[in-house]
T-cell receptor
Framework: KAGVTQTPRYLIKTRGQQVTLSCSPISGHRSVSWYQQTPGQGLQFLFE???????NKGNFPGRFSGRQFSNSRSEMNVSTLELGDSALYLC?????????????FGNGTRLTVT | DAKTTQPPSMDCAEGRAANLPCNHSTISGNEYVYWYRQIHSQGPQYIIHGLKNNETNEMASLIITEDRKSSTLILPHATLRDTAVYYCIVRVVYSGGGADGLTFGKGTHLIIQP
């Protein structure tokens, strides 16, 4: 089975721009979560989607948004980029067959804001 | 804040068992223990998880104390490729469905020595 796929792998944007990141979950997985990883704050939860509905949200400003499509693929959008948004953005999927189903992560999109 | 405490770093000789401790003294009844590891520039890799019984899979064993306040991840025969940051995470799983996002702490940097 193919793993979680994230595109693009690297991205460079300028302050004030917006960006959209894409995630394809493992086939059959219906839950997709997004995380931000920075050297200072570590890995932080952004939000989780299940069946196209946001089910859970971390403590991030409204500039960070996401959506999930009927095929479970997900996109994350960051508007009005700030230098502090430079980070590795990770997507994870789970099959939710059992509520304790583990999350499986992709290798992330490295965003650099200049 | 992370609900777990781990040593910042550990060394282990190649071929020996690596035992990584984790303290989660405030764990509640509906929280599972998950272990992930992360190699530089890759996404976290799921290793194993459990609620109260010991668990074993092809990668590792998870030993959870009877009071569930601590656990140990055991890599039975460590190799150089096991050098990584290991995260111990407790996660609330709701009986009605869904679960909280993962809260990552700083983890343990495990270094396997040749």
């Amino acid at each position: 089975k193919a793993g979680v796929t994230q595109t693009p792998r690297y991205l460079i944007k300028t302050r004030g721009q917006q960006v959209t990141l894409s995630c394809s979950p493992i086939s059959g997985h219906r839950s997709v979560s997004w995380y931000q990883q920075t050297p200072g704050q570590g890995l932080q939860f952004l939000f989780e989607y299940f069946s196209e509905t946001q089910r859970n949200k971390g403590n991030f400003p409204g500039r960070f948004s996401g959506r999930q499509f009927s095929n479970s693929r997900s996109e994350m959008n960051v508007s009005t980029l700030e230098l502090g948004d430079s980070a590795l953005y990770l997507c994870a999927s789970s099959n939710q067959a059992g509520n304790a189903s583990p999350l499986h992560f992709g290798n992330g999109t490295r965003l650099t804001v200049t | 804040d992370a609900k777990t405490t781990q040593p910042p770093s550990m060394d282990c000789a190649e071929g020996r068992a690596a035992n990584l401790p984790c303290n989660h003294s405030t764990i509640s009844g509906n929280e599972y223990v998950y272990w992930y590891r992360q190699i530089h520039s890759q996404g976290p890799q799921y290793i194993i998880h459990g609620l109260k019984n010991n668990e074993t899979n092809e990668m590792a064993s998870l030993i959870i104390t009877e009071d569930r306040k601590s656990s140990t991840l055991i890599l039975p025969h460590a190799t150089l490729r096991d050098t990584a940051v290991y995260y111990c995470i407790v996660r609330v799983v709701y009986s009605g469905g869904g679960a909280d996002g993962l809260t990552f702490g700083k983890g343990t940097h495990l270094i396997i020595q040749p």
